[in-house]
């Protein structure tokens, strides 16, 4: 009897601060309302064993609706479109964008501050990460992007009738708009060196294209979003056999993976 008698003791002495416990992490989970603004959105995965890139540039608006320009590979397919659509806040700081038939559904987690940082796609036959990065509303001059920027990413490569893997790093020295960089590159365990040149063109403010030609004559077209705080550029290839979408950093800037510590505050 003693020794239950501890045991019960015990657990009723342990049992307010399990309780307090309990409470503080739900308080710690709260968020924001959705921080309306414009959003850098990179998505790269798979739909239906094909290969997906997408890049967009989404904007939020404090009325719950959503404005949007994408840009999407699906193996060799290339789109462009405008979309519409409206967000839905979701249990424990996640929210859903649902998008027309242009778009395509969101689930998205949020941090502290209401701004969202990381994603998946919802579509049925998706499996599609994102990445979400504030795009602070100003214009994208020649003279932001001066510098040295560096990348990796994965991509596939059309060999034979079916997408095989390959791995890209980096590195470009931009004056204006125009760059000259070198590139290293493994394509399904192929490695390959080369140097390339090339100039973004603009479309609208911080949207254009990128074309390139390398040491061997190979022109390479891609899609592009630059950031407006200068810290790099996004872009997604529209051509070739290669398919490859990526976030390039410029040196300097405030690395995309840092977390600002007052988010981590409720």
């Not at 579509?123 to 979400?132: I, K, L, M």
Request: negative net charge; charged residues 20%; hydrophobic residues 35%.
């Amino acid at each position: 009897m003693r020794f239950l008698l501890s045991w019960s003791t015990l657990l009723a002495s342990l049992l307010p601060t399990t309780l307090v416990h309990a409470q503080s992490l739900q308080g710690s989970s709260s968020c924001a309302a959705p921080a309306p603004g414009d959003y850098l959105i990179v998505g790269e995965g798979h739909r239906a064993e094909q290969p997906l890139g997408r890049l967009q540039l989404e904007t939020w608006l404090p009325n719950g609706s959503v404005l949007g320009k994408r840009f999407l590979r699906v193996g060799r397919i290339y789109s462009e479109t405008d979309y519409a659509g409206r967000w839905e806040l979701d249990a424990g700081c996640g929210l859903t964008v649902t998008r027309d038939a242009a778009g395509s559904t969101s689930k998205v987690l949020l941090t502290a501050q209401g701004k969202p940082r990381f994603g998946l796609s919802d579509r049925a036959g998706d499996v599609v990460t994102e990445r979400w990065i504030p795009q602070p509303e100003r214009r994208c001059e020649p003279e932001d992007m001066d510098g040295t920027l560096l990348s990796v990413q994965t991509g596939h490569t059309m060999t034979a009738s079916s997408w095989r893997p390959n791995a890209v790093i980096q590195k470009e020295s931009w004056t204006g708009w125009s760059m000259v960089g070198l590139a290293v590159s493994s394509y399904d365990g192929a490695g390959e060196v080369a140097a390339y040149q090339g100039q973004f063109t603009q479309d609208q403010n911080c949207i254009g294209r990128i074309r390139q030609q390398d040491d061997r004559g190979v022109i390479y077209a891609y899609a592009a979003i630059l950031r407006s705080d200068g810290g790099g550029y996004a872009y997604l290839q529209t051509q070739g056999d290669d398919l490859t979408v990526a976030l390039v950093e410029k040196l300097g800037s405030p690395p995309l993976a840092a977390v600002d510590p007052t988010s981590l505050n409720p």
